[in-house]
């Protein structure tokens, strides 16, 4: 069994266990620029999870995987303690993500092997997301769908993915596990509601699918707070409000 973690290569001997290379960010201290683009222009339905086109190398998070298991399990990536799912079959992988000032975190777990990457963004003019919201689930071949009503009656979801206001929904998801993110950079005080729609599912998947909504306010600020709940999809067509919340 060999593990190079220092060169961010992992190496396990059972066959189970993914080789993770984690290549955007890097380790270490650096400037990223204040130029946001993380929605990625796609006509629904959307093909894939990754991001396409050129994006801003430093909101994005990029890597491989490479795994010999027949029917890999998802891996698990976590950003600044955020968990999300990560298909095993892609490589690379891609995914959109605003990072804030200070110390960030990416990982990606494979059972118990932890694969990682920490750095300091040391530009003070980045616009920081305030408010995520973020959508997972547990089935591959199903496609669930993260709507985000806020306060002012603005209605955030793969037909109106960027707001005026500069609420944005990253990627729309439909090959399974997720994720899907808005982020809110600048979240007005008030009663946000998040619903979930269960758009459909392939011939061979169950109908039942597990959603995972996580709510990420105040990030990073000392009052950062994760909540997650778990909600149960049972049949394409449901539309379910999952959560109202009142920010801040």
Not at 140 to 151: E, F, Q, R, S
Not at 226 to 244: F, N, Q, Y
């Amino acid at each position: 069994m060999k593990m190079w973690i220092m060169g961010l290569w992992a190496i396990v001997g059972a066959s189970a266990i993914a080789q993770v290379k984690i290549v955007n960010p890097i380790r270490g201290w650096r400037v990223g620029t204040g130029e946001t683009n993380v929605v990625q222009e796609v006509n629904y339905p959307a093909s894939s999870v990754n991001m396409v086109g050129q994006n801003n190398s430093s909101q994005q998070i990029r890597g491989e995987i490479k795994s010999n298991a027949k029917s890999p399990k998802p891996l698990t990536l976590v950003v600044n303690g955020l968990d999300m799912p990560l298909r095993p079959d892609g490589n690379p992988f891609a995914r959109p993500y605003i990072f804030g000032k200070g110390s960030n975190s990416v990982e990606v777990r494979d059972g118990k092997f932890k694969h990682s990457v920490q750095f300091y963004e040391t530009n003070t003019s980045l616009t920081p997301t305030r408010l995520r919201i973020l959508l997972s689930w547990d089935t591959d071949g199903t496609d669930l769908d993260l709507h985000l009503v806020t306060p002012d009656g603005e209605h955030c979801f793969y037909g109106n993915r960027r707001l005026a206001s500069g609420t944005a929904l990253d990627i729309d998801v439909t090959t399974g596990y997720g994720p899907e993110i808005i982020s809110v950079p600048s979240p007005r005080n008030g009663t946000y509601l998040i619903y979930v729609n269960y758009y459909g599912s392939g011939e061979s998947r169950k109908d039942l699918t597990t959603a995972k909504i996580s709510i990420v306010s105040q990030a990073g600020t000392p009052d950062e707070k994760i909540e997650a709940s778990l909600v149960p999809m049972r049949a394409p067509g449901d539309l379910m409000l999952v959560k109202s919340f009142h920010y801040p």
